[in-house]
């Protein structure tokens, strides 16, 4: 089975400073995808960003960015000129693309704090 | 669209009470899916349906749980009889095939169910 670990249960950056969040992840397929969700106090799930494991290019969406490694199996989430709205917990997802399934799993989360 | 509904927002209930969630996907969604959010277990998939159809339960913890969708636009969570171990956040989320490629699911804001 897959899992996916956080190991950072909390992070804290300064406004406008980048902080980077680690995410690793257990598999021996060789196709997938890899997330970030975003879970503000508001609780509900946003996704931020996705990559598929068969693209070498790490996925970009404006100020958030990945730094994917397949062979190490790491998924790490950059997020660059932090905002106090960046604030919230971020949940790494791993699902797979064999058998249909569409069945998405999670590490536990990392708590991000912006300081201003 | 008012995005995915879950009520109620809070449920505070006392052991061997029958508990009931409630979730209304955006329309035109086929799919359904229901997670809990603990500390310990992070966020996990408890089921999914597709075209009011479960796909898979694998993720029910046990006989307590069950999960219903009798119409495209509403779904139940039922936990009888709960115990205190059942006190989590659980989420509801919705998608249709399209977006289910992009792999996005949309979550409602969750009910926050304790045990007492």
């Known amino acids: 089975a897959q899992t996916v670990t956080q190991s950072q249960p909390e992070m804290s950056v300064q406004e406008a400073e980048t902080v980077t969040l680690s995410c690793t992840y257990d598999?021996?397929?060789?196709?997938?995808?890899l997330f970030w969700y975003k879970q503000p106090p508001s609780r509900q799930m946003i996704l931020v960003i996705r990559?598929?494991?068969?693209?070498?290019q790490n996925a970009t969406e404006n100020r958030f960015s990945v730094n994917f490694q397949k062979a190490a199996k790491s998924f790490s989430l950059k997020i660059s000129d932090s905002q106090l709205g960046d604030a919230a917990m971020y949940f790494c997802?791993?699902?797979?693309?064999?058998?249909?399934?569409?069945?998405?799993?999670f590490g536990k989360g990392t708590k991000l704090t912006v300081n201003p | 669209d008012a995005g995915v509904i879950q009520s109620p927002r809070h449920e505070v209930t006392e052991m061997g009470q029958e508990v009931t969630l409630r979730c209304k996907p955006i329309s035109g969604h086929d799919y359904l899916f229901w997670y809990r959010q603990t500390m310990m277990r992070g966020l996990e998939l408890l089921i999914y349906f597709n075209n009011n159809v479960p796909i898979d339960d694998s993720g029910m913890p046990e006989d307590r749980f069950s999960a219903k969708m009798p119409n495209a636009s509403f779904s139940t969570l039922k936990i009888q009889p709960s115990e205190p171990r059942d006190s989590a956040v659980y989420f509801c989320?919705?998608?249709?095939?399209?977006?289910?490629?992009?792999?996005?699911?949309?979550f409602g804001a969750g009910t926050r169910l304790s045990v007492l």
């Open positions: 989320a919705s998608s249709f095939q399209g977006q289910l490629a992009k792999n996005i699911q949309y």
């Open positions: 990559q598929e494991a068969y693209k070498q």
């Open positions: 598999t021996s397929e060789s196709d997938y995808y």
């Open positions: 997802a791993y699902r797979t693309r064999q058998g249909g399934s569409e069945k998405l799993v």
